[in-house]
Structures are given as structure tokens and as C-alpha cells.
């Protein structure tokens, strides 16, 4: 193996580790919140709209990796078919960041939309 693999292999284990741990502590830090928010007689509704909103996140995931999607077609076709970009690194990157970008700024617009 490559003395870059090596740096490679520790990174993704410290990044597990890390995200693992930050994981765990978000998770019981958000369990105490909502027992506290229980013991002073507060309204468990509040706690059932932060589930709720799983579905905006799942249409924006969506929306962004279909355009992500698009984006790539649309860089192969640029790199492939025109002169427009010397090397075809530069038609991917900026077609993945404009229709990425794109389709961020449509999930805003809908989620505008929703709450009115």
C-alpha cells in the first residue's frame, strides 16, 4: 500500500471515531432537553413538530442529488461535444455546483411556498 493510503486509512478512522462520539453525546443531550421540557409541565406538541419536518429534508436530499445527477450529465455532454472548456474537470465541477446550487434555491422556494 501507498504511503498515502496509510494517511488515507487513519483519517477515516479518526473521522468515525469523531463522528461517533459527537453522535452519541448530540443524541443524550437532546434526550435531557426533552425531559426537561416534560418536567416543567411544557406541551409535548413542541417536541412532535421537530419530527415533522423529516419530510422537508427528504424533498430537498432529493431534489439536490437529482440535480447533482444532472449536473454530471450535463459537464460529460460539455467536455464531450463542445470547446467550450479545455479540460473537462472545469464542465463537470461548475455543471454539479450550478445545477446543486440550482436546486437548492428551488427547495427554498418550496419550502416558502409550504409555510404560507
Known sequence: MAPMGGVIIVFIIFASITGLVL???????????????????????????????????SLKI???????????????LIANYTYIFPESGVAYFSSIFLFGGLSLLITQFIGNKNEK
Open 23 to 57: 453522535g452519541v453525546i448530540y443524541l443524550r443531550s437532546r434526550n435531557q432537553e426533552r425531559i426537561k421540557i416534560l418536567e416543567k409541565g411544557a406541551d409535548p406538541s413542541i417536541l412532535k413538530s421537530e419530527i415533522g419536518r423529516g419530510g422537508k429534508v
Open 62 to 76: 432529493g431534489i439536490f442529488l437529482i440535480a447533482i445527477a444532472i449536473g454530471i450529465i450535463v459537464g460529460s
